[in-house]
């Protein structure tokens, strides 16, 4: 990545988070920026998120009990792009993940469903 397109981008990043913090404060969720960590990513107030920031995640996989670390980037994505309901959780790491999809995808088939879009 070019200097001048790291720097775009760190200021985007600035902003987002900027626009996110003054959010909070302006439906008074917290008092002060500083409730928010620097390494977090703040919540957007009308995602209905019972949380106030993203923060990376350990978890264990429920099927091969691997550590893995829960990314705040991916934590945003699920809840606020996704819309996944704010009381799911990630349960298994990204190989258990590929390998759960293949099994419905292998199970549906079988069945003679027509393949999920």
């Keep these: 990545m070019t200097r001048r397109k790291r720097k775009k981008q760190t ?5 987002f988070r900027g626009s996110r913090i003054a959010k909070l404060l302006e439906r008074r969720l917290i008092a002060d920026a ?4 620097a390494q977090a990513i703040p ?4 995602s209905g998120t019972r949380w106030l920031y993203y923060i990376n995640q350990p978890i264990t996989c429920q099927d091969c009990g691997a550590f893995e670390i829960w990314k705040a980037e991916d934590q ?3 809840f606020e792009v996704h819309k996944a309901p704010i009381y799911k959780w990630a349960n298994r790491c990204l190989p258990c993940r590929h390998r759960e999809r293949e099994r419905k995808l292998e199970a549906r088939r079988r069945a003679g469903h027509a393949p999920a879009v």
């Design 76 to 78: 945003l994505w699920f």
């Design 43 to 46: 919540c957007d107030a009308d």
């Design 11 to 15: 200021r985007a990043e600035a902003l």
């Design 34 to 37: 500083s409730e928010i960590p």
